[in-house]
Structures are given as structure tokens and as C-alpha cells.
């Protein structure tokens, strides 16, 4: 097939997929092969690809990979067929006709070099025409015609080698035949049931995965927490997996049986080789394709449940990253400690390092007043605005420390807010951090992080690995180079939404700009350094290895406020400068005057301003973007109040209403902090009203929400919440006294590290209001726990 075709059939292909038309995924494609990045050509590259968003992009990138990956193994597949003298003209279409991994190896699997199986032993036995001759003809004895086969010299003894010989061959066959091994495994994928049992001995060791020890559920429903579960408590060989042929294991087996037998033309018409030619159909089932299916849908499984954990992760780190900065403040970050002491960094508005200290107001110290009155100093000295308190361990009582110092110095426009630390030792220990802080102690350093990612959790998290950031769900048992290509596409998607002063970004978060390396952005700050800020865009030019082609990716989303040319602090991109100078021409009105008058830019119209080049779609862009030129999409600045007097999971009483700061989503529900060391879960079931299929429709990771307590188990630490203020908390239970139905209502096939048992994305959202909304549930907590791990 010429490349040309090839192009095009990938392109209508992935058309079809993302909702497009087959010239915008061809257009979108070749700015890609050239390089362009997805926010580039959402941005800028509107008319070229048809007004393509940065989703649909994402998607075809993709699905891009994918598909190529498939035409280079298919040519491979020919080449290897070819090369044995066994292609053939239908086999060539069939492989041509291939539209998966999937498919394409079970068309190759009879070709494909392997080690000498029983069944090639066989043939070089002489033994293929035995299997021929019973299979043509079930009317010949397999006694009688298998004595004339033995052969002592070609290692055939007896009758009986000489017939498991060519069952062999048969099984082989059979097992190879791509439209069998195609038909069963869909049958099998529809129907099988995945079904877990406990290891022997396993079971106090294994007591997170107790809801499992005896568990059967339908693999093509089964929630991806679920099975991420599963095959974790399998490698660690607490629980032993297999996959049923449907509801009633037996007959499903026969069923797939019998569909072997129809496939090869076999019947039990009461002759003489029937018995054996179908006890050859059994065990091609049994002990060759049931085993050969379960691994490979099993990896398929794992892999859909994968690729939902990840984009889980994904979609909660954007929220994450894009949420709402408090700005150019002066703040106090507090690293809370016990024995060691917590650590103080002060930063100034532009996030420099002002001052560092460490106090020891808790055991074994207590030096309470001391730590009160050095935080005071450094407030008044250094106009701090607000405390940032990490929320690790001792969080709550220095939460309290804070609150005395805002009420010593009765500022009432300091704020003490408590903020994720997730990650801040890792970035405390990284080669930037050392770069940025080289004689600064390690435990400084994340209070620094703490305080930094206050005014600006964007620029500040891009420092740390995403996977670090702790806002998924099982992401040590995904494929991590999946994970990681997929996390930086989101850090990325979120860095050129906002867009980057350049003069002041730090080079790990001037990398996730458009085009741009980790090398460049180093040049970038070593050219600022030595040369003093940019005045002009046009000046990234003079940077080192910064040449045309990375200059057209990143200009647009870097900003220079206060330069030499007013647009260079909006997302305009300097390629459209000329369109700007013709609505000035057009309007006669000086660009300074056109800037952030909306009212009159309003009456525009988009049509009179086009050329060849830039249409409709990117004037629209240009006169909203001169509105309001760099506008923040991100939030305005809140924080959370946490209650006065509930600082440890033994202050909850049920039926206290709080308000929390959301920070984690799962496929099940959200969890909340509400300032007790310990996250509480909103089930599903419990965010809404109304039905919620995605959790993420209502709530999102940095949210500030109000619940209402419906559990607490201080033993277990596990905390049940609810949205639905209405909401009556379950009765108490006497201690030790499980639940008497499973969370959320379900049947009782849930487990460690899910949603309620029988739930997932797609449950309706449970109990009425005003009735008993799901009580906390063992195994979700198990899960969180796991997930605050990284794990």
C-alpha cells in the first residue's frame, strides 16, 4: 500500500474516532510529524486543522502512535510469512485487514518461530497423517489405524505415544486458527468471569484484601480500581485469579468445547474416532486456548484499567495544578514537625527567599511561647500575608501555633491556611532543589515548596515528578512510562493555559512551555541572569539554541509584562502582530487604548480583520485576548476554615457539618480533608442529589466543600462524609460489628482499594436523600490509604 493511502487510511481512521473530519486529522498529523506541539496547534493552528481542541488532539496523538505501531508490525508479520514461502493472497488480505495488536497476532501465531513443541516432535515423528486420517474420517478405529504409526526408531513406542502425538498436532491447529481464537476470545471477554480466591496461609498477611478471599465478578464490568486491586493482591501473591467461563463455569466450558469441535467439522455420530477426535476438542479448550485467552484478556483488562487509572491521575492533577493562586504575597511557610522541629521559610511576592528558621513548639520541647514569638518577628519584618502550614503529621497543632500568632499581632489580614505537602520532599531532595538551594538544609527546602506553592501552585508543582504529587489511584501498579508520557502531556496542557512570565519563571517551569527543553529553558534563565530581563519577545532570539522554529512554539505562551511592546503580555501570538496593527489602523485608535476596552472590542467584527493566513477563529481569539490580555483561567484565591477544636479523628462527632478542601477523585468518590490528619471519602453515592456518573462532574481536587460526618471509626481511622447536608448518619455499631450491608448498597463483591461492592463510574447516586447515605467502608478506605502512600 503506498505511504500516501496508508496516511490517509490512518487519518480517516482516527477521524472517525475523535469526532472529525478525515482533512483536519490529516492536517493536525503533519503539524505533529513537523514538530508542533498539541498546544501550539490547539492554540495557534485553529484554521489548519479545523479548530481541532487540545483534547481531541491528545486523543489523536494517541491513538497516532498506536496505529502506526500497528502498520510497522504488520509489515514485519508479512515480511516473516513471506520469508517462509507461506504467504498467501488470502492470507495477505486477511493481515492487511488486521485492525488490532490483537488480531494481527492471531493471524501470525501459526507462522510465528517458536521452540519445538510437542506437536513439531510429532510431525518430524511421521505422526501428521494419523491426525489426517482420524480427522477425515471418524469412521477408522484410533486403535487399529495408531498401531500402524508405531515406530520405535522415529520415538514412537506404542498405540498410545503415537496417538497423543496427533492430538497434539490437532491442538495445535486448532489453537492457531485466528478465526477461533478470534470468536472465543470475544465470547470469552462478554461472558467470563474473573474469579479470586485466598492463597493458603495468606489470610491474616492478606487481611487488607479480605473482601476478596472469596470473590467472582463479571470481567467486562468490573470497575478498573477493582481489578488494579486484584492483580496487585495476585502479585503479591495473596490471592490466586482465574477466569470462568461465564456464571456456570461447566457449561461454559462445554460451550467452548463444542465450538471447537463445530470449527474443525467434528460430531459425535457414535463412530469409532468421534470419542477421541472430541476429547482432542477438550483439551485444545482446557489446556491450550482457555489459558492462551486468560492471559490475553487479562492483559487487555489490565491495560483499559490502566489507562482509567491514569487519566484519573491526569484529570486530578490538572485540577491540582490549575488551582486558584493567592498571588504576589509575602508568605510563611510552616513545615510541620514533632521532634525535629518544624521548619520556616519566608518568601517575598516574587517567591525569593527571605529568611529560614526551625522552632520546636511541640513534644519533646515545648517551646511553645519561644516559637510563638520568632514567627511574630518574622511576620512584622517581613509584611508576611499569609501562614502556609503543610499538612503532615503535627499539621493540626500548628495550625493552632498560627492561629495564636494572628490573634498576637490582631492583623486581620493574615491568613494561616493549610495547604498539601504531597511531594514536597521530593522536590526538597532533587537535583533542582539542590541547584536552587545548594547550601540550604533539605528539610528548608519543602518548607520553601510549602510556601511557594501557596502563591502559585502551578509554577511550584511543575518542580516535582507528577507522579510524586499524590492525586491517583494506583499509580505504582500502571505502566510508569505510560503514566509518566500521559502526566507530562497534562503539566504541560496546564503551563501553556496559563502561560509563563518569562522573567521571572523558574527553568522547570519554563520546560513545559511549548517547544521548549530543559536545556533551552536553562539558557533562557542563564541569559536573563547575565543580561537582565527581557524587554521584548523577539529578543528569546538571542538565546542560545532558541532558533525559528522553537521561537514559533513558545513565543505566544511566554508573557513580558511591562516590555517594550504591550502584546507581549498576552497570549497574541507575534506571528498575528500584523492583524492587531490592522484593527489599530482600522479603528484608529493606539493599541494602549484598544487594550482592555471591552465594550468597544465587543462590536467588532472578527470577519473584517482576516487574510490568508489568520481567519475568524484566531481574530475572535486576538479581540478577546485584547479584553483582558494575559488572563489567569484559573480560579479566584479561597481557603478552607477548619473547625476551631477539630484537630484529631477523636474530636468527629457524627452529624458535625465541616467544611474540607477535596483532595483525591477516584472512580468511587472524592476524599476531603478536613483537618484531622485523616482524609474522609464522599462515596459516589454521596456527593449528589441527583445521579452522578463521574465524580468529577461535581467535585475536583482543590475544591473547598461542605460535609456533613456520617461514620467515624477511630480504630480503623476511617471517616464517611457526605454532601448531602440531609443525609442521616448510620446507626452506631457495637465495637468490632461490621457492616450489615456492603457500602453503598451493592451486592458484597467489593474490596481493597474500590468503590462500594458492586459500584463504580456509572452508579446511580445511591440513597434517597434523607435516608442513610453509605457508611465508611473498610476496603475504599485501604485504598486512599494506599493512594496517600503513592501507591
Not at 39 to 53: C, Q, S
Not at 61 to 72: H, I, K, P, Q
Not at 705 to 716: H, I, N, Q, T, Y
Request: proline share 5%; net charge neutral; aromatic share 4%.
Amino acid at each position: 500500500m503506498p505511504d500516501i493511502k496508508l496516511a490517509q487510511q490512518i487519518a480517516q481512521t482516527i477521524a472517525d474516532e475523535i469526532g472529525a473530519q478525515t482533512a483536519q486529522a490529516l492536517a493536525a498529523i503533519a503539524l505533529l510529524d513537523e514538530g508542533a506541539s498539541v498546544p501550539f496547534i490547539a492554540r495557534y493552528r485553529k484554521e489548519v486543522t479545523g479548530g481541532l481542541d487540545d483534547t481531541q488532539l491528545r486523543n489523536l496523538e494517541t491513538r497516532l502512535t498506536y496505529l502506526r505501531e500497528l502498520e510497522d508490525r504488520r509489515a514485519a508479520v508479512l515480511s516473516s510469512i513471506d520469508e517462509q514461502g507461506k504467504l498467501s493472497d488470502e492470507l495477505r488480505n486477511e493481515i492487511l485487514g488486521a485492525d488490532t495488536k490483537s488480531r494481527l497476532e492471531d493471524l501470525y501465531l501459526p507462522y510465528k518461530p517458536k521452540r519445538r513443541t510437542r506437536a513439531q516432535i510429532a510431525r518430524e515423528a511421521g505422526l501428521e497423517p494419523l491426525a489426517d486420517g482420524l480427522l477425515a474420517d471418524p469412521g477408522l478405529d484410533p486403535q487399529v489405524f495408531g498401531a500402524t504409526f508405531v515406530d520405535s526408531d522415529k520415538g514412537v513406542a506404542d498405540v498410545k505415544a503415537a496417538l497423543e502425538g496427533a492430538r497434539a498436532i490437532l491442538m495445535e491447529r486448532w489453537g492457531e486458527d485466528a478465526a477461533l481464537v478470534g470468536e472465543l476470545r470475544t465470547w470469552l471477554g462478554e461472558n467470563g468471569v474473573i474469579r479470586a480466591r485466598v492463597a493458603e496461609g495468606k489470610e491474616e498477611q492478606g487481611a487488607k484484601y479480605r473482601d476478596y478471599f472469596e470473590h467472582a465478578e463479571s470481567l467486562a464490568k468490573i470497575p478498573s480500581h477493582r481489578l488494579l486491586a486484584l492483580f496487585r493482591a495476585r502479585r503479591e501473591e495473596i490471592l490466586f485469579l482465574e477466569l470462568d467461563p461465564g456464571s456456570d463455569a461447566e457449561a461454559g466450558n462445554l460451550y467452548a468445547e463444542g465450538r471447537v469441535a463445530h470449527n474443525a467439522g467434528i460430531r459425535d455420530a457414535g463412530r469409532p474416532g468421534d470419542r477421541w477426535l472430541l476429547d482432542a476438542c477438550r483439551l485444545t479448550w482446557r489446556a491450550k486456548l482457555h489459558m492462551h485467552l486468560l492471559l490475553d484478556l487479562f492483559n487487555q483488562a489490565r491495560e483499559k484499567a490502566e489507562a482509567e487509572a491514569i487519566s484519573v491521575f491526569g484529570d486530578n492533577l490538572k485540577d491540582l495544578l490549575l488551582s486558584a493562586p493567592a498571588g504576589p504575597k509575602a508568605v510563611l511557610g510552616l513545615d510541620p514537625g514533632i521532634r525535629t522541629g518544624c521548619k520556616i521559610a519566608v518568601v517575598d511576592a516574587t517567591g525569593k527567599l527571605v529568611a529560614t528558621d526551625t522552632i520546636y513548639p511541640h513534644e519533646p520541647r515545648r517551646q511553645w511561647d519561644q516559637s510563638l514569638h520568632t514567627i511574630k518577628q518574622l511576620c512584622v519584618q517581613h509584611n508576611v500575608e499569609l501562614i502556609a502550614i503543610g499538612n503532615g503529621t503535627a499539621s493540626r497543632e500548628t495550625d493552632k501555633l498560627a492561629g495564636d500568632v494572628i490573634k498576637a499581632l490582631g492583623d486581620t489580614k493574615l491568613q494561616k491556611i493549610v495547604v498539601s505537602e504531597a511531594g514536597a520532599s521530593v522536590y526538597s531532595a532533587s537535583e533542582f532543589a539542590a541547584k536552587e538551594f545548594p547550601n540550604l538544609d533539605v528539610s528548608i527546602r519543602g518548607a520553601v515548596s510549602i510556601a511557594r506553592r501557596l502563591q502559585d501552585p502551578l509554577a511550584e508543582l511543575v518542580k516535582i515528578e507528577p507522579k510524586a504529587i499524590g492525586v491517583g489511584q494506583y499509580q505504582h501498579d500502571v505502566d510508569q512510562y505510560r503514566l509518566a508520557r500521559a502526566l507530562d502531556a497534562r503539566v504541560e496542557d496546564c503551563v501553556n493555559a496559563v502561560g509563563v512570565h518569562v522573567n521571572t519563571a523558574s527553568a522547570a517551569l519554563l520546560s513545559r512551555v511549548s517547544g521548549l527543553s530543559s536545556a533551552v529553558a536553562e539558557n533562557i534563565v542563564r541569559h536573563r541572569d547575565d543580561n537582565g530581563p527581557f524587554k521584548r519577545r523577539k529578543d528569546l532570539l538571542k538565546v542560545p539554541r532558541l532558533g525559528e522554529k522553537t521561537f514559533e512554539q513558545c513565543a505566544g505562551f511566554l508573557r513580558i509584562a511591562d516590555g517594550d511592546q504591550p502584546l507581549d503580555a498576552s497570549s497574541v501570538h507575534p506571528e498575528a502582530y500584523p492583524v492587531v496593527e490592522r484593527i489599530v489602523a482600522a479603528t484608529a485608535r493606539p493599541i494602549k487604548a484598544l487594550i482592555g476596552d471591552g465594550s468597544f472590542l465587543r462590536g467588532l467584527k472578527a470577519e473584517q480583520f482576516t487574510d490568508a493566513t489568520f481567519g475568524v477563529p484566531t481574530v475572535r481569539d486576538i479581540l478577546k485576548e485584547l479584553e483582558k490580555p494575559g488572563r489567569d483561567p484559573r480560579p479566584e484565591f479561597k481557603a478552607a476554615r477548619f473547625a476551631d477544636g477539630v484537630e484529631e479523628l477523636k474530636d468527629l462527632k457524627v452529624g458535625m457539618i465541616l467544611e474540607g478542601v477535596v483532595s483525591n477523585v477516584a472512580a468511587f468518590g472524592a476524599f476531603v480533608d478536613i483537618g484531622v490528619h485523616q482524609d474522609g471519602l464522599i462515596h459516589i453515592s454521596a456527593l449528589s442529589d441527583t445521579y452522578v456518573k463521574d465524580p468529577r462532574d461535581v467535585v475536583k481536587a482543590g475544591d473547598i466543600v461542605k460535609v456533613k460526618v456520617l461514620e467515624v471509626d477511630v480504630a480503623r481511622k476511617r471517616i464517611a462524609l457526605t454532601r448531602r447536608l440531609d443525609d442521616t448518619p448510620a446507626p452506631a455499631k457495637a465495637p468490632g460489628e461490621r457492616d450489615a450491608r456492603p457500602a453503598g448498597g451493592g451486592r458484597r463483591d467489593g474490596g481493597a482499594g474500590n468503590g462500594p461492592r458492586g459500584s463504580g463510574r456509572g452508579t446511580p447516586s445511591g440513597p434517597r436523600p434523607g435516608s442513610a447515605a453509605p457508611p465508611a467502608n473498610n476496603a475504599l478506605a485501604d485504598a486512599f490509604a494506599r493512594a496517600k502512600r503513592g501507591g
